[in-house]
């Protein structure tokens, strides 16, 4: 058990944990602490069966992780004696970190730097950091960026078509996120397909609440749909993704929105809530397709946005796509979703196999086309922690 990690992901209200075997696999212990800073801040985690607590009202990040070491590791104490590092999602790391990072009082400085392009979550994570080096002092933290994974993408794919010293001088390009996820199905579908990475070209549809994806090109990342923040591209839980600019400025100029309205009308009001106008939860829109109007039109808009996105990533891969995959928990377990998308990919000569899809749900991975079809969809199941944790063990010798 030398090799166990505590995987951490820090959001401004919840932390997201895991102690993961780097060489197995093996899961030891997954919880979520949420409602931080609020009166009902509480802990759910599974060791042994499932458990639940009150961690106090106003309960911050700081109270989680000292309830992790205090109680949860306490009643496994071989736990805590073997975890030899601590892996830190960060959502952001700019241009600076074009792979994962041990975390110094300079990589600190970086993640801060990148805060601007993600203001909800790379403060977050900080104070994650350094309430984990509070609880576990002698050990070592890595930082495991969502966008390092994209930084091999070309200038064609992360340039916006704005004055060119927007970029030299501020940094606004695409960035995109999901990468752990995109870079860990990369390898996973290579394989799958019996293929080296480095010869790998697939469309990887990452599909959860956040949702993006991703082109892979012999292995690498040269195009992505989210952009120098995590709202461009797809329809999403409750993100607008790709809308033309200037209803930005329509809302402002003619309907009176302020910046701020606007701001969270994008990002927590819009999506499947937006379209739906009822709620932000995919299996809404599933279960009442085709019977409910604002389910069946949220349900049409997501799926044109993803196709369209699909169809036009064929463009970077010089014509071999070797397979379109899906994967997070919507990409995993949504059948009528992914039926709905391929079936408007008829011209990449792609045929949905009813049952495979059907059967591939909850677990269940595997080619969902016929074996007709010129090229294969599959679904397979992410696993991010299991390459945070293999990063850290990795920069920190375990």
Not at 4 to 18: E, H, I, R, T, Y
Not at 81 to 101: D, K, M, P, Y
Not at 202 to 227: E, R, Y
Not at 261 to 290: A, H
Request: proline fraction near 3%; aromatic fraction near 6%.
């Amino acid at each position: 058990m030398s090799k166990l990690v505590l995987v951490l992901n820090c959001g401004s209200s919840s932390l997201k944990f895991a102690i993961v075997d780097a060489q197995s696999g093996e899961e030891h212990l997954t919880g979520l602490a949420e409602c931080l800073n609020l009166p009902e801040a509480r802990i759910k985690w599974k060791m042994d069966g499932k458990h639940e607590a009150q961690l106090g009202a106003g309960a911050a990040h700081t109270e989680a992780l000292t309830f992790i070491v205090d109680t949860i590791l306490a009643s496994k104490p071989e736990l805590a004696e073997n975890l030899g590092a601590i892996g830190h999602r960060v959502v952001h790391g700019g241009e600076q970190f074009t792979q994962s990072a041990l975390i110094t009082d300079e990589v600190l400085k970086g993640i801060q730097d990148a805060a601007s392009f993600a203001p909800l979550h790379n403060p977050a994570h900080i104070v994650g950091i350094e309430a984990a080096k509070k609880a576990f002092p002698a050990l070592k933290n890595v930082a495991v960026f969502d966008t390092a994974y994209h930084q091999t993408m070309p200038e064609e794919s992360y340039l916006y078509a704005l004055p060119y010293k927007l970029y030299k001088e501020h940094g606004i390009r695409r960035y995109g996120m999901h990468g752990t996820s995109h870079f860990f199905i990369a390898n996973a579908a290579a394989e799958q397909l019996g293929k080296p990475v480095e010869e790998v070209n697939i469309i990887n549809c990452h599909l959860g609440n956040g949702a993006s994806v991703c082109a892979i090109k012999n292995g690498k990342s040269v195009d992505t749909s989210m952009g120098m923040t995590p709202l461009e591209g797809l329809v999403m839980g409750t993100r607008s993704g790709d809308l033309d600019p200037a209803i930005i400025f329509h809302l402002h100029d003619a309907l009176g929105y302020s910046v701020e309205q606007i701001n969270t009308m994008l990002t927590k009001e819009s999506g499947l809530q937006g379209l739906t106008e009822v709620t932000s939860d995919c299996r809404f829109v599933e279960d009442n397709y085709g019977e409910k109007e604002e389910a069946t039109r949220a349900m049409n808009v997501f799926c044109h946005r993803l196709a369209k996105y699909v169809a036009g990533y064929t463009a970077s891969l010089d014509g071999r796509l070797d397979a379109i995959v899906f994967t997070g928990g919507i990409g995993e377990n949504s059948g009528p979703i992914r039926e709905l998308v391929l079936e408007r990919l008829g011209l990449l000569g792609v045929e949905v196999d009813k049952e495979r899809n059907l059967k591939a749900r909850f677990g269940g991975e595997g080619v969902i086309t016929t074996d007709n079809s010129r090229v294969p969809a599959m679904v397979i199941s992410t696993n991010e922690e299991l390459v945070i944790a293999q990063d850290t063990a990795r920069l920190t010798g375990l």
